[in-house]
């Protein structure tokens, strides 16, 4: 079974960064292609960012594109998701998803973290 555990949000002015992490347990790490999603209140999870298995390969939500970068470490099986230049539309609790093949769609992902939140203030 695998655990992840998000980590890194709070409260940002509009215009200044986060950096979050998603640290994952129990299985093999590096065969998992890993994702940032997020939710904001009354709306469903959105995808944010994905990235392949060996990292060769991200994708991005337009809304989210030139100003999120993620990345990931196998050797620590870490992802990360630096976020620059936040607005106030990017307040969510973001969730990290693992999934076994490459995908940016959420229902494919068999495990999720607890999230955490992220909130842009004007």
């Known amino acids: 079974q695998l655990q992840l555990v998000e980590s890194g949000g709070g409260l940002v002015q509009a215009g200044g960064s986060v950096r979050l992490s998603c640290v994952a347990s129990?299985?093999?790490?590096?065969?998992?292609?890993l994702a940032w999603f997020r939710q904001a209140p009354g709306k469903e999870r959105e995808f944010v960012a994905s990235i392949s298995q060996t990292g060769i390969n991200t994708d991005y939500a337009d809304s989210v594109k030139g100003r999120f970068t993620v990345s990931r470490n196998n050797a620590e099986n870490v992802m990360t998701l630096q976020m620059n230049s936040l607005k106030p539309e990017d307040t969510a609790v973001y969730y990290c998803?693992?999934?076994?093949?490459?995908?940016?769609?959420?229902?494919?992902?068999?495990?999720w973290g607890q999230g955490t939140q992220v909130t842009v203030s004007s």
């Open positions: 129990g299985r093999t790490f590096s065969y998992l292609a």
């Open positions: 998803g693992a999934t076994p093949a490459y995908s940016y769609n959420r229902q494919t992902f068999n495990y």
